[in-house]
């Protein structure tokens, strides 16, 4: 899972990203030019604690996801466009965290000349919107080309992605993310090349001062999220060794570290899930899309599993923590040998029996 921190200059991007990663890049540090900083960092879940403590297993390897810090959009998409070079980097990301300033701070001056979350939001909105419009509007004249000249492809399959390319159309046109557009499956299958900004899901996250009551922001869009946080004090705790930021966070009445709410806020836009696997050599979590079924749940371990899977072995977490142990599970019947049209759940523990 990779997801790009953006947001206007000023707004706080840089802060985020140290408070999810455990960093120290420099903040406040705003230039308007292309900069992207990753690190990839350990998706935290107790139950894989607590399955590492019942298997003791040589190793213990949690999820992982990759956060981008990118500078570079300024909401001047309409004035210059996106750079190939920064639309190069949006379009790897999984999806996006938006960042908009809420805090006041005469030392760090807002572009704009005044804070005000829904004029940047918009305005952030616009220079996605506006970068899939030009897209979409060049592929409509390939394919308008396309079906007059024919000799090529189906004219049948050209007319069904005309017709999907002209929805997506009038939907920015009328200033809304392509997230919003139905999609059905076959068209799915048109765009996978395709990496449209607006149709990325997004988290908003309104960074606060502290103590600051977050505003009232309406963001009535799919596969979208608003989250307020307090983003420097978030920082300021990360970077504490644990047992001082437990007991800051407990302070300041922050259930949770940001990078745990953030996770779970991503898995859920993303329609992510995890299953593990367990052993005396390791315990490991993995992760892979609601809905998925046991062979593609085997192909993320390893893509041989997935070409010879037979059979998968499933229990789930909840059982084996309350009977205690992988035999209580079997003597109880819990075990269960499951094939190729199971769909995993989350929280499954999974042993693939396969053949190459």
């Keep these: 899972m990779k997801l790009g921190i953006i947001g206007l200059p000023q707004s706080g991007k840089t802060t985020l990203f ?31 604690d607590r399955l590492a403590a019942m298997f003791k297993p040589k190793k213990t390897i949690y999820a992982k996801v990759t956060y981008a810090d990118i500078a570079g959009l300024e909401g001047s998409a309409a004035k210059t466009g996106i750079s190939g070079a920064l639309l190069n980097q949006l379009t790897q990301m999984d999806g996006f965290i938006q960042v908009v300033r809420c805090f ?58 005309i017709a999907l390319f002209e929805r997506f159309h009038g939907a920015l046109v009328a200033e809304k993310p392509l997230r919003d557009v139905d999609i059905d499956a076959e068209e799915e299958k048109m765009l996978s090349s395709f990496g449209f900004l607006s149709r990325k899901p997004m988290l908003v996250v309104l960074n606060v001062s502290e103590g600051q009551q977050p505003p009232a922001i309406d963001y009535p869009h799919r596969h979208s999220k608003v989250v307020a946080l307090q983003c420097r004090l978030e920082m300021e705790i990360a970077q504490l060794p644990p047992e001082e930021a437990a007991a800051f966070l407990q302070e300041y009445g922050i259930d949770e570290p940001s990078l745990n709410k953030m996770i779970r806020l991503s898995y859920d836009l993303l ?26 749940a085997a192909g993320v371990i390893h893509s041989d599993l997935q070409k010879g899977f037979i059979r998968a072995e499933v229990m789930t977490y909840d059982d084996l923590i309350a009977l205690g142990g992988v035999n209580e599970v079997k003597s109880h019947g819990k075990l269960r040998l499951e094939g190729k049209e199971y769909i995993v759940q989350d929280g499954d523990i999974l042993n693939i029996r396969f053949n190459i």
Excluded: Y
């Design 18 to 48: 140290n408070a999810l990663t455990r960093g120290n890049q420099p903040t406040g540090m705003a230039s308007g030019k292309l900069e992207v900083h990753t690190a990839v960092v350990d998706v935290p879940d107790p139950r894989v």
């Design 271 to 296: 329609g992510l899930q995890s299953f593990f696997t367990v052993g005396p050599d390791e315990c490991r979590s993995w992760t892979v899309r609601k809905g998925a079924t046991a062979p593609e």
């Design 104 to 161: 006041e701070d005469e030392n760090v001056p807002h572009p704009a000349g005044s804070v005000d979350p829904l004029r940047d939001l918009a305005s952030m909105e616009s220079e996605l919107i506006l970068n899939d419009l030009i897209s979409v509007e060049r592929k409509l004249e390939r394919l308008n080309d396309e079906r007059k000249k024919g000799g090529g492809r189906d004219k049948a399959t050209i007319d069904r992605e």
